[in-house]
């Protein structure tokens, strides 16, 4: 079964509001990372954050971990309506061998102009 | 530096017939993993491989799928008597690697995926 699971799968906001996203996972892992996919496209690699890392920025991005609750959140601020995407998190678990990442089912955000 | 390069972009086959989609990984690239994905859904891992090995096929069906990277050339997800429920967006993401593991930290890079259609 999937590692991930994302919620909410769909999320519609206004342009300029912020955007939050969540990521549940089962096992321990050795990193998560969050990616986004535009219709009919391939994924793009946003960021990346470390078991050992409680947060992590990159421009408007702004991921935590919570190792404890496995839990992991995204959010986008001031949003804008080229953010307009499905996110998908993907873990690395510890009890791979061969380190291959398993992907949630993703949250489609929408961002109204 | 050229990304992940799939084709065919789209590929349609009627039931039965056999589908072979390729998968160039970035220029340095030696790993190679191969997603499905249905429509709505998140990526579902099929297989991981290097030049000339497979790593770990632990998400591959038992009958009909198979998969390759030889020393030269694209790897190669082959689907013998497609049916229509092999129908989905098939991505092949590559990485540098280091010996036989995804080193922790590492990123995938995505192609933009071969989209089956099964009649």
């Known amino acids: 079964s999937q590692q991930g699971e994302e919620d909410p799968q769909a999320l519609s906001i206004q342009e300029g509001e912020n955007a939050t996203m969540n990521c549940s996972y089962k096992t321990s892992i050795n990193n998560l990372q969050w990616y986004r996919q535009n219709s009919g496209r391939g994924l793009v690699h946003l960021i990346l954050i470390r078991s050992n890392e409680r947060e992590k920025h990159s421009g408007r991005l702004r991921v935590t971990l919570d190792t404890s609750k496995k839990s992991s959140s995204l959010l986008i601020t001031a949003s804008r309506a080229a953010d307009t995407a499905s996110y998908f998190c993907?873990?690395?678990?510890?009890?791979?061998?061969?380190?291959?990442?398993?992907f949630g089912q993703g949250t489609t955000l929408q961002v109204k102009p | 530096n050229a990304g992940v390069m799939q084709n065919p972009r789209h590929l349609v086959r009627r039931r039965g017939q056999e589908a072979r989609l390729r998968c160039s990984p970035m220029k340095g690239h030696s790993h190679v993993y191969w997603y499905r994905q249905l429509p709505e859904e998140g990526l579902k891992f099929m297989v991981y491989l290097q030049k000339e090995n497979i790593i770990d096929e632990s998400g591959m069906p038992k009958e009909r799928f198979s998969a390759e990277f030889p020393k030269e050339g694209p790897s190669i997800l082959r689907i013998q008597q497609v049916v229509r429920g092999d129908s989905a967006a098939y991505f092949c993401a590559s990485s540098p690697g280091q010996g036989s593991k995804l080193s922790t930290n590492e990123k995938l890079f995505f192609g933009s995926g071969t989209q089956l259609s099964v009649l």
């Open positions: 993907a873990t690395d678990a510890v009890s791979s061998n061969t380190g291959k990442l398993i």
